[in-house]
């Protein structure tokens, strides 16, 4: 057991918490949307909340972790879903959140700390000079720049921009080493990967440089259709017009919307499926044509409504917020993550909806992979037991539709199921006690795991919380 009462003795002057409640309040994440990772992670906490606002504040903290042998899990808005931001093995969590300025705002990029919610730095960017990031989590109004790059994967604008993977999406990392003298490395085009979507286990962000897009009044529409197939269609061909500019298109199957989004009740009909639609308002004329060409039945749209006052913002009504929503109302709904793998992904979608009538429940999300539009799913599943929810992961997969499984908190097992040599190697550079949130990297803990066995990996860390 480390010596909490010394480490904070040598913190001195830095924000630390050890409030037993305060702690495992922040020692959580959206880990319960999995009924598996509830079970599985409910007892974790950390020791101590160590809150920096500053680089230098940072560096200290990783110094004395280091000569401790202390881990430290980085965690900024603490939205993750698979428990990314929990401390499996206790010590210390790194509260980001109040290094929280905008250091710069130039044409196309800002320059900010880790720790700002989303859409504060949306709010200056577009103040300054008509500015937004290109796009974001639909966490957006309780999420960090620094979480989303480190935990997320893309979101609300990537059905123009693409993911947070895709070479430009990022400009520019500022990370620190945990080592016995913490290093400042700046990480630029490929060299991103090695941190981005690597849940903080090889350095702490401390300096983000993201690219801006234009920011437009977006008009939230939603529009209904009969049957699911029609929706996604609809949302397939919009999706194809290069001239409609759009910021998200998301079709969601019958009954979710009716039974789910109940301040959009009033707009919404019982048994319809929608497509949810964020439109630059230059392209709302264009974008009707098209509605009415595929006989959409335009339900809502915010440019019509008397007032937005108590209704969510269209995103919030997406990406994960759908499942969210769902699960306000009803407990035993899970979902999964799919990939519909072009260019016959609305065929794939087919098939996968007809498989599993009222268990599995369609939510699609329209994004730009490698320059293609595609879609992703985020399927609402009412869950029964772990083992049919494995045969459902195992049928998608049968069927060339990979599952990134939300059930799982190792990066690998909820990714493409094999080593990510760049981050492995830039972990042994910049980790070599591996103190940075242990137990998330299957290849660094037991590097002979072998994923093809079809076996889950249990990190021995988690013992102590059993
Ligand atoms: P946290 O949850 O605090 O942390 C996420 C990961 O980043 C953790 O592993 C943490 O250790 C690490 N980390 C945090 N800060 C740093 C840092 N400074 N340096 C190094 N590592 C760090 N995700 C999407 O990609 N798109 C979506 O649209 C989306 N929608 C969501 C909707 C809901 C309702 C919920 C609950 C989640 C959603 N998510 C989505 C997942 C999550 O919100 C995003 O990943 C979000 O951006 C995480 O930001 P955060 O600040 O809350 O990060």
């Known amino acids: 057991m480390a010596d909490y009462a010394k480490i904070i003795e040598e913190l001195e002057g830095i924000a630390v918490e050890d409030n037993p409640a305060l702690v495992k309040q922040k020692s959580r994440d959206f880990y319960w949307y999995s009924p598996i990772l509830k079970e599985e992670l409910d007892n974790v906490v950390g020791d101590l909340v160590v809150s920096p606002t500053t680089e230098e504040e940072v560096i200290r903290v990783l110094k004395v972790a280091y000569a401790h042998g202390v881990p430290v899990t980085p965690r900024g808005g603490g939205t993750g879903n698979y428990g990314q931001a929990m401390p499996l093995s206790g010590g210390i969590v790194l509260n980001l959140i109040n290094m929280n300025k905008v250091k710069e705002i130039l044409p196309g990029r800002v320059i900010c700390e880790p720790g700002i919610i989303i859409s504060e730095l949306d709010r200056q960017t577009k103040v300054h000079s008509g500015q937004e990031l290109r796009f974001h989590p639909s966490t957006k109004q309780t999420a960090s720049v620094a979480g989303f790059i480190a935990g997320g994967s893309g979101g609300v604008g990537s059905i123009t921009w693409g993911g947070l993977r895709d070479l430009g999406n990022i400009l520019r990392l500022r990370v620190v080493t945990m080592e016995a003298e913490p290093r400042v490395?700046?990480?630029?085009?490929?060299?991103?990967?090695?941190?981005?979507?690597?849940?903080?286990?090889?350095g702490i962000i401390t300096e983000v440089e993201m690219p801006l897009a234009p920011a437009y009044d977006w008009v939230d529409v939603i529009v209904g259709y009969d049957e699911f197939m029609d929706a996604v269609k609809f949302a397939d061909a919009l999706s194809h017009k290069n001239g409609i500019l759009l910021k998200e298109v998301a079709p969601i199957a019958a009954p979710i919307p009716f039974d789910y989004f109940t301040r959009h009740k009033p707009w919404l009909k019982e048994g319809q499926s929608v497509v949810v639609l964020m439109v630059a308002p230059h392209s709302m004329e264009p974008f009707l044509a098209l509605a009415e060409r595929m006989k959409g039945d335009v339900r809502f749209r915010s440019d019509q409504v008397e007032s937005m006052k108590g209704i969510p913002h269209a995103y919030e009504l997406t990406w994960n917020h759908t499942t969210l929503r769902a699960l306000k109302l009803d407990t035993n709904i899970t979902y999964l993550q799919v990939q519909y793998p072009g260019p016959d992904h609305v065929?794939?979608?087919?098939?996968?909806?007809?498989?599993?009538?009222?268990?599995?429940?369609?939510?699609?999300?329209?994004?730009?992979?490698?320059?293609?539009?595609?879609?992703?799913?985020?399927?609402?599943?009412?869950?029964?037991?772990?083992?049919?929810?494995?045969?459902?992961?195992?049928?998608?997969?049968?069927?060339?539709?990979?599952?990134?499984?939300?059930?799982?908190?190792?990066?690998?097992?909820?990714?493409?199921?094999?080593?990510?040599?760049?981050?492995?190697?830039?972990?042994?550079?910049?980790?070599?006690?591996?103190?940075?949130?242990?137990?998330?990297?299957?290849?660094?803990?037991?590097?002979?795991?072998?994923?093809?066995?079809?076996?889950?990996?249990?990190?021995?860390?988690?013992?102590?919380?059993?």
Request: proline share 6%; glycine share 8%; with cysteine.
């Open 347 to 466: 065929e794939k979608v087919r098939v996968m909806t007809e498989l599993f009538p009222d268990e599995v429940i369609g939510h699609l999300e329209f994004i730009k992979f490698d320059g293609q539009i595609q879609c992703a799913g985020l399927p609402l599943v009412r869950y029964t037991t772990k083992e049919r929810l494995e045969e459902i992961i195992s049928i998608h997969e049968e069927n060339g539709c990979p599952i990134f499984n939300p059930h799982r908190y190792t990066l690998e097992e909820g990714g493409m199921k094999q080593t990510d040599q760049v981050q492995l190697a830039f972990k042994k550079e910049t980790d070599p006690k591996g103190l940075l949130n242990p137990g998330k990297m299957i290849a660094w803990e037991n590097p002979d795991f072998d994923f093809s066995a079809g076996k889950n990996y249990l990190f021995p860390g988690l013992e102590v919380f059993a």
């Open 185 to 202: 490395l700046e990480l630029s085009a490929w060299d991103l990967q090695k941190v981005s979507h690597a849940y903080g286990t090889n």
